[in-house]
């Protein structure tokens, strides 16, 4: 038992500017805009959307999740990289080293991403959208696959990954210690809902026994819970889909 991923959240400056970017990116398609809010849905195997809303806050320090995309060939990883520089991202140290053989850039809005080489085995079997990739030690890793009912399929020292369980979609990945300080809310985040059969409260509840808690940051009247991981990084549990 689980709940289900809906989306991943980006807060943003611009959402339609940050979409666009990340619908080349991924090759995914614009959805509808409502409410200021932006979605992108995928056009590959992946189970979840992603969903660009506004915020006034500017982004400060190095973000504790980003995206791994996959490339074909070392064509296409240069392709991609010129056409996200066109797009306006830019080139970042992360202290990366040439030989990982991925290059690390910045979005539009300073948001951090990975354009991996096609050699990487970690990554095989994924779509364009290959891992999330989180800050973390085994401990958020368990969390997360018991939240979501997702199994690991990597656990190695205090790296861990998940992916749904029909081995479809991107990985969830947490890279271990050390960890990057957090300054104030992440720009990124998750979104997720119970099945229709568990309500709300049930799962905030079943979160809370794993080691998560209720959060205020500022939410007012929403239908929706704001809670933290046991290493503080926000996520939100919806109304049962």
Known sequence: MGSG????????????LLARFWAAALRWNLDAETSNEIALVPTDDTRFGILFAPVPEKKAGQNRIHLDLTTTSIDDQRQTVEMLLELGARHIDIGQRQEEGHVVLADPEGNELCIIGPENKFLAGTGRLGAINCDGTRRVGQFWSKALGWPLVWDQDEETAIRAPDGTGPLITWSGPPLIPKRGKNRM?????????????????????????????GQGEVSWVVMADPHDNEFCVLTPR
């Open 5 to 16: 991923l809906v989306s991943l959240c980006f807060d943003a400056n611009d959402p339609l």
């Open 189 to 217: 985040h998750l979104d997720i809902a119970s099945t229709s059969l568990i309500d709300q409260q049930a799962e905030v509840d079943r979160l809370v026994a794993l080691g998560a808690s209720r959060i205020d940051i």
